[in-house]
């Protein structure tokens, strides 16, 4: 079989080279070279133009909703937007061993009683998910399975088989023919997605595709994958608690940062319907250094423990963070310091994001430093006190999206003080919650003093 030509293009600046070379020889630039498949060129480029799409006007056009078939995993679903479209992509992140094959097992195997469904496995033998699925207690008897990684008979495979839902585990392991790098390289990646979605697109099979991510926390090849398709899923949690988040990063058919919560059983992943519990951490009796937020994943509101511990440090102190952003940290000690007059500038201060969940939203600003501020003086904070708020470089704590909404899943759970920014103090009472509004981190941490 004739191979089709390849080259090899500059990632820097686009220039393209018949063989690889260490060296750009447009740019100068080092190391970036990368392997794609040549355009044939075609003589006619802009004349064959009679079957192409004619030029509409945005209001003749038909946009019919498009349906969307649940998955049968309810948080997974929220995710997705409501469940999986035809003709939608979605890519499915995540470290190896957390779930992704599990779950995308368990949706296709719900999935497989209404719909076609196949799934490709490239990474296990057929055997291996026949035992999975046996071990999670699925019927699966519809689910059509393939262990195949090269891409031209994946796509054979697609045409013959006609399925409506289709996962590819994973697209690391494929590989074209039509490419002479190695599976898993940027190029190979990039070029299996982009046929694979093409087949999805033309054919209206809603296609997911499993990706591993490197250690830095990117998809393999450098995010070449997330703006070829429509949906991008993170699967997140530390792999020694059984909680698993997946969080929807990009989403072309549903809102993004909407996350599902999962707990990893015997019998597979199991959605988690009340998900604040699991994040807040049983203290007894309050304990110095934690504090609640409030934090808003999506349209979710959600409580999450953050625990700060502030000890004596050698000459050159550490800042470290799990789960929540470390140059904001050093920031927020900045801003402690400067303005409300607390140092812990010969400390070590370690700051953790209870349940392996990750917060980005500097509304945890003011929990932050409540819970440090708490773990210098020794000092816990009341019983059921919630706080949240962003913190500014003038040491001004400013209003989070959505307080309302906040503070009242805060008071659903049993919370009863509140520490918030002034412009998020609702005109109207909630029942059972007492609520300082702060316009300061002087006055919180006078108002957490106040009421200890
Ligand atoms: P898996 O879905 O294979 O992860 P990924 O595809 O993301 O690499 O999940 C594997 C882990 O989940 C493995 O460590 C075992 C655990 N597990 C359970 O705890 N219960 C189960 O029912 C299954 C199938 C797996
Ligand atoms: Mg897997």
Redesign the pocket.
Known sequence: MAKDKTQFSCSECGGSSPKWLGKCPHCGAWNTLQEVRAESATAHRFQSLSGAQPVATLSEIVATELPRTPTGQEELDRTLGGGIVPGGVVLIGGD?GIG??TLLLQAADSLSKQLPVLYITG??SGAQVALRARRLGLDGRQVRVLAEIQLEKILFALQTEGPAFCVI??IQTLYSEALTSAPGSVAQVRECAAQLTRHAKSAGTSLVL?GHVTKDGALAGPRVLEHIVDTVLYFEGDTHSSFRLVRAIKNRFGAVNEIGVFAMTEKGLKGVANPSAIFLSTHGTPVPGSCVLVTLEGTRPLLVEVQALVDNGGPSPRRLSVGLERDRLAMLLAVLHRHAGVSCMDQDVFVNAVGGVRISEPAADLAVLLAIQGSLRGKALPRGFVAFGEVGLAGEVRPAPRGQERLKEAAKLGFSVAVVPKANAPKKAIEGLTIHAVERIEEAIEAVRSLA
């Open positions: 190896p992704k094959s990474e296990e585990d994973s499993v």
